[in-house]
């Protein structure tokens, strides 16, 4: 099956949001981790978001190139081939484009949706993400807004967020941030429905004291209660039509109990990179511990070939990933239920 053409990926967030279940979205670097991603989601017979970052696309690129935009359409392409295998529904998306990176990186990926679509071919990316949160909230949503009207005209679904995510991933980092920051106020949520509401569709991640990277029990407080009177505030205003399609940032580590609470208020996307890295690492590591005389040449001697050669440890890597993904569409209540063959 290809990747989910644009309607098939608002039937997707539709079920999600009926369902009260969510969409893990896998930030990828290479086709390991893609392979890794549609592995786990295949598995799992669950739908899923393949999403890349600029990092990551720039290191797609390769070292000397560092084209994030070239990068990302690199990745793209092979995720198109790569989950024609699949019998799953997968969404491709970018994560975090800042302000400053909107005409270099965001606005470029837009056309290349565009001129794909002009050639009688699908999507290149089904939505994208626009991260104004270290703006005022009027310019946020001023961009925000000169951005839906443009994912609209390609029927791409834009994310926008309102409030920083703690933390530092990819080069974005708000770990000094000021803790009231770290919680989108209902006020806030209902500015962005006013600003956004008719424009295009879009996903909002909305904070809640989330934050990026992995941090001892205790040290983050996680408020899911903000998405509710969030949520309550603007039905309240403009009707149960008004229903936020929300997205966790930061989902790493956080205990089941408080994804599953996040899903009762319209939570369909969560985000996921830290566990994943660390689950693609962690089983090269203790590869590379096992195998240490066999993958260096020690004492005069030549080494065994097979452990190696990369493949040997980046199959292992995968299945890291996988068995993480996996866990974490258990965790979001998305195992089983995919729409595929259904729209």
Do not use: W
């Not at 997968?90 to 056309?111: M, S, W, Y």
């Not at 309240?236 to 580590?253: I, P, T």
């Amino acid at each position: 099956m290809p990747i989910a053409t644009p309607a098939q990926y608002r039937a997707m967030l539709d079920a999600a949001n009926k369902g009260n279940y969510a969409f893990p979205a896998i930030n990828v670097t290479s086709i390991s981790t893609i392979n890794a991603a549609l592995d786990a989601f295949t598995a799992k017979k669950s739908d899923g978001i393949i999403q890349f970052s600029t990092g990551a696309g720039e290191f797609a690129s390769g070292q000397s190139v560092k084209d994030a935009v070239h990068g990302c359409i690199v990745l793209a392409e092979a995720a198109h081939l790569l989950a024609a295998k699949h019998n799953v529904l997968i969404a491709l998306h970018t994560d975090h484009c800042q302000a400053k990176k909107v005409d270099g990186f965001l606005k470029p990926l837009i056309e290349a949706t565009a001129k794909r679509r002009a050639e009688g071919r699908g999507n290149l990316f089904q939505s994208h993400m626009f991260d104004g949160s270290e703006l005022p909230l009027a310019d946020n949503m001023k961009i925000s807004q000169e951005l839906l009207k443009l994912c609209a005209a390609q029927d791409i679904i834009l994310e926008v967020e309102a409030g920083c995510v703690g933390g530092e991933e990819d080069g974005i980092d708000h770990s000094g941030i000021a803790n009231e920051k770290l919680y989108t106020t209902p006020e806030d949520m209902v500015a962005v429905y006013q600003a956004l509401n008719g424009l295009g569709r879009y996903m909002f991640a909305a904070t809640f004291g989330n934050v990026h990277g992995h941090y001892k029990p205790g040290a983050v407080k996680l408020r899911p209660d903000i998405l509710r009177d969030g949520q309550k505030a603007v039905i309240s205003k403009f009707g149960a039509a008004a229903e936020f399609d929300l997205v966790f940032h930061g989902g790493s580590g956080t205990p089941t109990d408080q994804i599953r609470e996040t899903l009762e208020y319209g939570v369909v996307k969560m985000n996921i990179d830290t566990d994943t890295q660390y689950a693609f690492t962690r089983p090269i590591a203790d590869f590379m511990f096992k195998n240490y005389d066999k993958v260096m040449m020690i004492d005069g001697e030549i080494g065994d070939k097979k452990s190696y050669d990369p493949r040997a440890y980046l199959k292992v890597a995968e299945k890291g990933v996988a068995a993480r993904m996996g866990a974490a569409c258990d965790d979001l209540q998305s195992t089983g239920k995919t729409i595929f063959g259904t729209v």
